[in-house]
């Protein structure tokens, strides 16, 4: 439920932003210095930058970082001294399109799940804010509505961002956490009548641009019956195995656990990781249960479509179009849904 909306300049939104770096990190669209969009912190509040669509790197890294200390130690004399990491640091992510936050949705379901629910993501969830931000124009790789995700959507958000005419956004607040910026966004003024009616036909308008959705369970039920498919091998024959995928993917959430020592002294790390990499299932033995490619890139598409479904109820892709994006063999994740629909079709006895 929307408790308040406040309207900001797009002038004003430096001011907006700095204050909401006071007293927390802010996570939010900037442009690198190859001028390619990505989310990163900010040290400044000029660096949010809102003429960005999907940045190319996604916002996972603020509940799940690249690289995450669980302890460090130090040996001496037949004992060990554990230390763990402080505790972490309020903070916001800001400017997330509707499928990055369904994406977080996703990840929240993964590291919640009993029996063995994991702490450092929680506590770290715990103190994030999300402020979502909608956007009028759809992208041409991003197929998040044939996932049910519309681009102006406010779900599971703390604060919403809705674009205006005159060079506006319109601040929706939704959720206590969302109340708590107040000292950020008391200065803006409330939204009057025709603003509301704004945000109001922005919506209409993206409602009626809708597609029609995918049949998940229909995909989820023809994977079941071509996992020996020859479809894997067209798949997998272009892939070089790079894993720009996995690391580009709001969603995807393998990682690795790694000590690290130098001396008497060492910590326990957990770094990401992927499954499109050999190394990924390898047995200390030597034996790796998925011995090429195929298995691999098989392996991505089931646990989005098939395996995550099946466990949690929802598919663990979003839409969001960075993989087809940055895969440097061209594959197409949409072509390969509607390939296992049509496949799964033709090899039916």
């Known amino acids: ?122 506590e770290r969830r715990a103190v994030t804010t999300l402020i979502g931000r909608g956007f009028s124009e759809d992208e041409p790789l991003v197929f998040c509505r044939e996932l049910g995700i519309d681009p102006m959507d406010n779900r599971d958000c703390d604060a919403f961002l809705v674009p205006l005419a005159a060079n506006r956004m319109a601040l929706e607040i ?29 919506r209409k308008l993206s409602q009626a641009r809708s597609t029609p959705p995918l049949d998940m369970a229909a995909i989820q039920r023809n994977l079941e019956t071509i996992f020996n498919s020859d479809l894997w091998n067209r798949i997998h024959e272009p892939c070089v195995g790079c894993g720009a995928c996995a690391f580009l993917c709001p969603t995807c959430h393998c990682f690795d656990i790694q000590e690290e020592t130098r001396g008497l002294d060492g910590a326990r790390v957990r770094v990401w990781d992927t499954c499109q990499f050999d190394l990924f299932t390898r047995h200390a033995s030597g034996h790796n249960p998925r011995t090429s490619q195929k298995e691999r890139s098989r392996q991505r598409i089931m646990h989005k479509f098939s395996y995550g479904v099946d466990r949690f109820h929802i598919p663990f892709c979003v839409g969001c179009g960075r993989c087809i994006a940055a895969c440097p063999a061209h594959n197409d994740v949409r072509q390969i849904l509607k390939e296992i629909q049509d496949l799964a079709k033709a090899e039916k006895p």
């Open 174 to 202: 939704l959720t206590d956490k969302g109340a708590a910026l107040k000292p950020a966004y008391e200065r803006f003024p409330p939204a009057g009548a025709e603003d509301r009616a704004a945000i109001a036909e922005a």
């Open 1 to 122: 439920m929307t408790k308040e909306i406040r309207i900001i300049p797009l002038t004003d939104m430096p001011a907006f932003v700095g204050a909401l770096m006071q007293g927390r990190k802010v996570l939010a669209p900037t442009r690198n210095d190859d001028g390619l969009c990505v989310f990163a912190w900010l040290s400044a509040p000029e660096q949010a930058d809102w003429t960005c669509g999907i940045p190319r790197v996604p916002p996972k890294q603020a509940l799940l970082p690249r690289t995450e200390v669980f302890f460090r130690y130090h040996r001496e004399k037949g004992k060990e001294t554990v230390s763990p990491p402080p505790p972490p640091e309020p903070q916001a992510v800001l400017g997330l399109h509707p499928c990055d936050v369904q994406a977080v949705k996703v990840l929240d379901a993964v590291f919640s799940a009993e029996p063995s629910p994991d702490q450092p993501y929680l």
